[in-house]
């Protein structure tokens, strides 16, 4: 009985280390496409948002080291969107945060001298369907209202109508999708003051 206790568990350890090993293969095999594809999504959304862009540069190969609203660092890659003469157009980045049911990942665009946002593209998101999920159509009001509002920070309005708005700053939330939107104006409060902070300082501003 102990033999072949001991002969099962040999296969079940082979077996285990077989898979393991195929599944590491199959990870390695995988990883620069799903990263070669999120480059190109990030600059077809990018694009759409800085318009007249030919390409996004990073600043820097180390990036800019932003802290989180619980005091972690984060690495942010700043492209600064330029023509074909070199003319700086504008700046995008990946910024992400919690939101209602999974991480939300964005692609945040600003103007040229950062004062005003260009709006933001959706590189991750699994909310829900039929509400939170709305961040992911640029046509959504929710969506729309970011382009052209000043690059500070911004304050989230539960308001029943979105077009009576009057702050500059303020964002009507999307109807049954608290959450959600307050996600991701979080997201923009937590990078988009510490980002210009940090341009500003190196002399890109």
Avoid: C, R
Wanted: charged fraction near 20%; aromatic fraction near 8%.
């Amino acid at each position: 009985m102990i033999k072949e206790f001991l002969e099962k568990s040999w296969l079940l350890i082979v077996a285990s280390l077989f898979f393991g090993v195929l599944l590491a293969g199959t990870n390695a095999a995988l990883d620069p496409i799903i990263k070669q594809n999120e480059i190109d999504k990030f600059n077809s959304l990018a694009g759409s948002m800085v318009a007249g862009t030919t390409t996004f540069e990073s600043i820097s190969e180390e990036g800019l080291t932003i802290t989180s609203p619980k005091g972690k660092a984060i690495t942010v890659d700043v492209k600064k969107g330029v023509d074909e003469s070199g003319t700086v157009l504008g700046w995008a980045f990946v910024a992400q945060g919690s939101g209602f049911a999974d991480k939300i990942k964005l692609v945040i665009a600003t103007g040229a001298d950062f004062e005003t946002l260009k709006g933001f593209g959706v590189l991750l998101s699994n909310e829900t369907p039929g509400f939170g999920d709305k961040i992911n159509k640029a046509d959504h009001y929710f969506v729309k209202q970011f382009a052209g509002t000043p690059a500070t920070t911004l304050e989230l309005s539960k308001v029943a109508d979105w077009k009576v708005i009057d702050g500059d700053n303020e964002i009507a939330a999307i109807t049954g999708a608290t959450v959600t939107s307050d996600a991701v104006v979080s997201i923009f409060n937590t990078y988009i003051e510490q980002v210009k902070t940090q341009l500003k300082e190196k002399g890109l501003l």
